[in-house]
Nanobody, 118 residues
Framework: QVQLVESGGGLVQAGGSLRLSCAAS????????MGWYRQAPGKQREWVAI???????NYADSVKGRFTISRDNAKNTVYLQMNSLKPEDTAVYYC????????????WGQGTQVTVSS
């Protein structure tokens, strides 16, 4: 059974940085495209960044140039380096594998809270 555990969130001032981690277990992590998503209060969950099994990345326009997604297949972990944070980045951040069975079943981890103060 798959388990996704996000960590690394916290409170940071605008302009600061955080590095999020997502550890996956119960699955062959390396074969999946992995993504980071976020959900701000009162808003729908949105896609932030994605990385394929081969390492190709793509980003939402709102974070392009500030966030970097990476993965370590040996550790079954995907990361999100967030720089130049803005108050509008405040949200709960989640990881998932958009092509996976568990994504289609709407499984999500607990997420990690990121709060950016102005």
């Amino acid at each position: 059974q798959v388990q996704l555990v996000e960590s690394g969130g916290g409170l940071v001032q605008a302009g600061g940085s955080l590095r999020l981690s997502c550890a996956a277990s119960g699955t062959i992590f390396s074969i999946y495209t992995m993504g980071w998503y976020r959900q701000a209060p009162g808003k729908q969950r949105e896609w932030v960044a994605i990385i394929t099994s081969g390492g190709t990345t793509n980003y939402a326009d709102s974070v392009k140039g500030r966030f970097t997604i990476s993965r370590d297949n040996a550790k079954n972990t995907v990361y999100l380096q967030m720089n130049s944070l803005k108050p509008e980045d405040t949200a709960v951040y989640y990881c998932n594998a958009p092509g996976s069975d568990w994504y289609r079943r709407n499984y999500w981890g607990q997420g990690t809270q990121v709060t950016v103060s102005s």
